[in-house]
């Protein structure tokens, strides 16, 4: 029989507190502690095994944007991955699981490299961590960018606020491209907003998400923060997105853009990522 087009893995560490990760492009689909959701999922994604899932935490590898070679945001996200190791509880009573994408013939279709992606999750009680590494097993050296697209779900962005920019330059690519420097405290959203922020601190704080909460956002090797929403106009050109839903979401994408991982033969990258509910 064939496979399913998607399938899950749910990782649960009781007290209504679970990570669901789709195989396709090994998505965090569903966050939620004390059954509260904290990632926003589109209800008009489509989980149809071929397309980019519209929301939760799609990941971004090798190519950040458009791409020469292959689609938006390259292959990761579209691809199916392996379920390396089953969710396991450890002895603190969190849950680990462990993902991994090889290259194939999908891959070197777009990019003709050997790699090994791999990506491991720990379910806390109010935390989720990530720890990702890209191994290079060939004889060229690798250079690709990376990103973790978190869709956070809020009641609304307009009263969301997100710390960490000030003092970083950005690239703003509402303005084709125009770099500026950000000068305010903390970053609020009132337009359609699609900003790469350079060499931003370890942590961000964004207040408002569900429950009115705060969530920290803390990042190891992952120099770039994106700051994306794409308001009403360009929600509408978003076929897998309602254009009512843009106030409920905020991207803050922690990743390494702006200038590319170069990573030599038999070396490995290594980022990580941490989200807590405060
Ligand atoms: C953001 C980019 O990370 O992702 C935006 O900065 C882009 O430019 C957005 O529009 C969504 O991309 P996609 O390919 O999932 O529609």
New binding site residues.
Partial sequence: MAAPATSVVVLDRGNNTTCTVNLHGATVVSWRVNNQEQLFVSKQAIFDGKR?I?GGI?IVFPQ??AWSTGP??GFARICRWELKKPPERLPTGDVEAMFQLLDNEFTRSMWNYPFSLTYRLILREKELHFNISVYNPGAETLSFTF?L?TYFKVPDVRRCQITGMRGCTYID?TREGAMYQEHRDVVTINEWT?R?YQNTPLEHIITNVVSGRKMRMQKYNLVDT?V?N?WVEKAKE?PDFGEEEFPNLV?V?AGHVSSPVILPPGTVFEASQILQVM
């Fill in positions: 980019a519209r799609p950040f944007g938006q945001h990103l697209h690519k699609d790469i994106v994306w794409p978003i991207c994408e």
